[in-house]
């Protein structure tokens, strides 16, 4: 079968950058994968990359004659990234890019493409707590979840074109608004995260031997609070207003049981915990729960069902 793309470029190898090409290489989707990266160092190691076919010392060398290009920095690098090396891009070229807040980045990425290429947003739900190119894995995105945030005058074809690019790296797509986007994680992903944060944060201020007695219900909790605080920080400030209504929401929820414990309500409590126990069990299974493909994988539901 062929190809989809003769070369596909991607800016900043981070875990997910990394990860992309290692992943577009092994599933033959560019026949050529190029790379540039900020730091000289890391585009030392990715010369050194089997997946890796050209290092650009520039942005603008690196899309020049692109089909796709993948903008991977901190989410709140992505545009300036962009604006830097639009005018370097082939006619007919493709953007997208992997940032978990996407309202501000797709309407101004959207506003300062040129006649003939198109931006269409992109989020692959496919992070982890660790980072950097030594961390990447060609099979990051199999068994997960992509949000495409194309806007209402978004370029069809493109938009049918990013979600088939998704789909052929082994991930699942859904495709909705980057407003919507927006407060969907900001409950599902960023909260989680500053949940996990406020925990350790409380736990730090206590005896220090109680991490010694930690077992797995604290280290899986707890786990997404070991990520990148750099890559956090700017997820927080672009997503900020959905990200304090979902704060809001988790206050009156702990509000809610705090005064049912307090008031020895413990028939409430029971419901509490019930209702969360029956959330938890109806999730869709994580990747490592699967198997080796041994359980299909569920389809996905409208986001807003």
């Given at each position: 079968?062929a ?14 950058g ?15 994968v190029?790379?540039?990266?900020r730091?000289?160092e890391t585009?030392?190691?990715c ?14 060398a690196?899309?020049?004659d692109?089909d796709?290009v ?6 709140e ?8 090396c639009?005018?370097s ?27 003939g ?10 992070g982890s707590?660790k980072?950097?190119l ?20 978004s ?16 991930m699942?797509?859904a ?12 409950y ?15 736990l ?29 920080k700017?997820?927080i ?12 929401a988790?206050?009156r929820?702990?509000?809610?049981i705090?005064?049912a ?10 419901n ?12 869709r ?7 080796q ?13």
């Amino acid at each position: 079968m062929a190809k989809m793309f003769d070369k596909a470029t991607v800016l900043a190898p981070g875990l997910l950058g990394a990860s992309l090409g290692m992943a577009i290489k092994s599933r033959e989707v560019a026949d050529i994968v190029s790379i540039w990266a900020r730091r000289p160092e890391t585009r030392v190691k990715c010369e050194k990359q089997s997946w890796v076919d050209r290092v650009f010392d520039t942005p603008e060398a690196a899309v020049a004659d692109a089909d796709i290009v993948l903008v991977c920095p901190l989410v709140e690098a992505i545009y300036p990234l962009i604006k830097q090396c639009v005018s370097s891009l082939r006619s007919g070229a493709l953007v997208t890019d992997v940032g978990s807040a996407k309202s501000l980045v797709c309407r101004h990425a959207d506003a300062v493409m040129p006649e003939g290429t198109d931006f269409v947003g992109s989020h692959p739900m496919a992070g982890s707590e660790k980072s950097g190119l030594e961390n990447a894995s060609a099979d990051l995105f199999e068994y997960r979840t992509c949000l495409v945030t194309p806007l209402l005058d978004s370029n069809p074809k493109a938009v049918e074109t990013v979600v088939r690019f998704w789909t052929e790296l082994g991930m699942e797509v859904a495709t909705l608004s980057p407003e919507d986007h927006d407060e969907i994680v900001a409950y599902i992903s960023h909260l989680p995260h500053l949940v996990a944060t406020a925990l350790s944060t409380l736990l730090s201020s206590k005896n220090p031997r109680w991490r010694n007695f930690a077992g797995n219900g604290l280290r899986d909790t707890t786990r997404i609070a070991a990520g990148d605080t750099k890559m956090w920080k700017a997820i927080i400030a672009q997503n900020r207003d959905e990200i304090l209504r979902a704060l809001t929401a988790f206050e009156r929820e702990v509000g809610e049981i705090k005064s049912a414990i307090s008031n020895q309500d413990y028939f409430e409590v029971l419901n509490y915990l019930e209702r969360g126990k029956h959330y938890r069990q109806r999730m869709r299974p994580d990747r490592d729960e699967l198997g080796q493909g041994i359980v299909p994988f569920p389809r996905l539901a409208n986001p807003e069902s």
